[in-house]
């Protein structure tokens, strides 16, 4: 159901520092990574400063903007853009919700996810290999999740982690991607964007609206346990070429990339989803190579960018990139001027919950500037951050105009899709594998 036109937000002094909304959208609202979770848990300090945002309802500043750069709030303007009066009229439990994107159980919408979404009205869902069954199983998986959303604020995001080669999570009834390095072995930008279209396309038609890809990451140590073929290669040009293509494809196709892993997962040594990773460069050595793809993806005005769970001394020596905001709020968002929707990477994987208190670490991440925080395992984990939120908003460590900035890039990235909670029917796949297998044919090992 169409619940407002976004010809006003057009209109709005704030359009420019959004996601670019196109004039004549609708905004339709129908009503990670895979590791294993545990519960070691360390407590840790929540004192950081909030992150400031140009694309703030609260018209906080961005680090480093001086107060005439500062952004007027919806709230200036003498008529309030659809989003701004959708926000205005949110509780704030909804309003945490929808800052949780979080994995569910099995190849069914158990009670717990139904749990999540129709009472912590979780404003998104993740699904990986465990999830998924066979095409039906599938289909009928993402609309009994968007099904159980009826009546809340905002249609989900339904996510997954399709990036071809071993990261991919789509049943055998897709025909299969090669891997990002294959793609980037051929050096060819075309292909990369119509590999960024057809996946697209195959996540779309199974009821997904959010891939988490293109992988950014340069592939520059060879001993790096977690990225490897990922990558598009180890040259930054062609990581920035390949990847920015890939990205505009899928954005093409309709579903929301998410590029990753800010600032750059390929120089560790040691597997994030396992312990903390520990890099010891500077900022003029990431300037030089990790940041270039991510810069480039910035100016081409990104939908959203994964920040990861690594530790970067000499930026930041006492929090990893998902809770530091020297990282996200003063680099990404104020030097790089990032004004898009920032998603933790999994807050469940052992580099988070072998060294922090999960709950602590989900309000330190807000704080540093993270809109969604991914809660991808075990429905206590989901519990525990949703009131530690919620805590941290009554109590006053963080502050509901704080809440409000992420909420409003979050719903506004919905309102640029148009997402909706509809169902989708059971698609016939001839013609979209047809079209795979001819275009990974450059691609694929004889």
Known sequence: MKWFSLQKINNNPLRHSLLPLAASACLLLASGCEGNGNSAQVSTNTGSTPAASAASPAAVQTP???????TPSPEASATPDPVSRKLS???LEEKIGQMLLVGVQGKT????????????????????SGNVGNLKELVQLTNALKQSNSGNPAPLFISVDQEGGKVSRLPDDYAAFPSNAAVGSGDDTTAAGTMGELLGRAVKSSGFNMDFAPVLDINSNPDNPVIGDRSFGNSAELV???????MKGLERAGVIPVVKHYPGHGDTSVDSHLELPVINKTETQLAALEWLPFQAAIREKADAVMVAHILYPKLD??????????IIGQQLRGQMGYEGVVITDDMTMGAIIKNYSLPAAAVESVLAGSDILLVAHEYKNEQAVRAALLDSVKNGSVSEARID???YRILSLKAKYQLTDEAVPLPDLTGLNSDIQAWRKPFMRK
């Open 64 to 70: 480093g903007a001086t107060e005439a750069e500062a």
């Open 89 to 91: 009229g949110m509780t």
């Open 109 to 128: 919408a158990g009670a717990e996810a139904r749990k999540m979404i129709a009472e912590d009205k979780v404003g998104g869902i993740i699904l990986y």
């Open 240 to 246: 920035t070429r390949l990847g920015i293509a890939e």
């Open 317 to 326: 020596p006492d929090k990893p990139v998902s809770l530091s905001q020297v």
């Open 405 to 407: 900035e992420s909420v």
